[in-house]
């Protein structure tokens, strides 16, 4: 199974993209940092000041304005690939959709997994449409596990 | 299984018992509105503007500021139970709390349901948080299925 989520934010999708790329700008929606802009080939240390905690994403596919795709958990053995695609409503509506792709469908906790980073994934792109539309950064960080 | 989500909201818990149970403020954050305010043992019809969708919710038990429980689905023969608990981390913060149950664990469907359930609860406390906390109430309907 995938899990997909998409959402439609007021913006184009270059305002968009950059919050994803730029580290100076990721902190306002999603993870606390990212160690580097996000650029195809690079491997990313991106930190959740919050929980201490880090891990390395890498960056297999950059569109500009349009794709990102990248992988994480190859260093548990459990890699997992995640595509962000920047659909055009018009230009100054944008459909993010986010695929995340990897799941063993055999793994006994795959329905709580798949629970779970739906949980991420709806929490992360309400953030972002918060922090684009409206400026708020102040939504991240507060679900309780 | 149960889906349960949690969210921590910088407000007290009077406030955001308000923002469930008045039909005025439920439209800045989740459904487009309600038909009454929520007591217990009302039936309360929800609707969705947007989707032009509506059905009946049943109020089970309301404890003023600390609990809602209410049941929906029961007309389509598959009713689900809902407990919105209000917890005071401290007079200005509440973490709040969602339990969803009834999901037929033979059901063939039943991880997207779960994971489909799952994605409109954090939406909608997330969309709560922004109302509550920052008064944005335009993200809300966003979503794309």
Sequence with gaps: MINQTKIEIRKPRAEIFEAFVDPEKIGNFWFSSSSSRWEEGQTITIRYEEYDAEGD????????????????GREEG?????????????????????????????????TEKLVDNKEGWVYALTCLKGYMEFGVNGLRAALVK
């Design 78 to 110: 459990e890699p997992h690939l995640v595509t962000i695609t920047l659909h055009e409503k018009d230009p100054e509506t944008t459909i993010v959709e986010v695929t995340e792709d990897g799941f063993d469908d055999h793994d006994p906790e795959l």
């Design 57 to 72: 994403i890498h960056i297999l596919k950059v569109i500009d304005h349009e794709k990102i795709e990248y992988e994480w």
